[in-house]
């Protein structure tokens, strides 16, 4: 919203912009009442650009004493108050849009490929619980429990090779699984993780009491 001619151009945070004139007197209306609750919710910054542009105190305190009556007069007619475009701003914001959509269909995707709620919590930045709560309405079918099925060996060597072709190409994690997996639909994305990522084989870690020094010179005496 501004008050400076239609016909003008501004500057929001460097970035030109348009100024677009309203002619619907119902949205200039709305204009005037947020300009009004603006003098009490803006912060001097946006007071001193107000002040420097022409609004005085007393036209301030004219405006806010209107009476609803006098406020749908002052707006059926060219008021000054017109909408400012910033496209840099309008882009970037479409592009956060499209963003989180595209982050929203693959998360779904990856619970329909039966992928490990561990992973699409690490992935996707949400907790597991509400992976499996999703998973229950989305794709019922896809947890199937248990350990994932073991492709055999030449299938496994496939997999591998097409992931570390992906990792050479320098995709993240998220959009190299996701590649992976469409090239073996057929195979869950649980079942591809564990070819890529076998489980670790369990490690003799030795007793679970502290041997301190104690206690090893009392196994020395025995």
Known sequence: MSALPASGSLSAG?????????????TRLFLLTRLIVSFDESDQ???????????????IDKL????MADAMRFASSCCGLSVGVDGAAVRQQMNSLERARTDRQMYEGFIRAGASPTLVSRLFGVSSDDVRRLRKLIAPGAATGGRPRIPDEVVRGEIESVWRDLEKQGHGEREALWRLHQQFQDLSMATLETVIRPPRPLVDV??????????LGNQATA
């Open 64 to 67: 806010r004493s209107m009476s």
């Open 45 to 59: 910054q946006t007071l001193a650009a107000l002040v420097a542009c022409g609004f005085t105190p007393e036209l």
């Open 206 to 215: 030795g007793p679970a009491w502290p041997l301190t020094s104690r206690g």
């Open 14 to 26: 460097g970035a030109r912009g348009v100024l677009l004139p309203v002619r619907d007197p119902a």
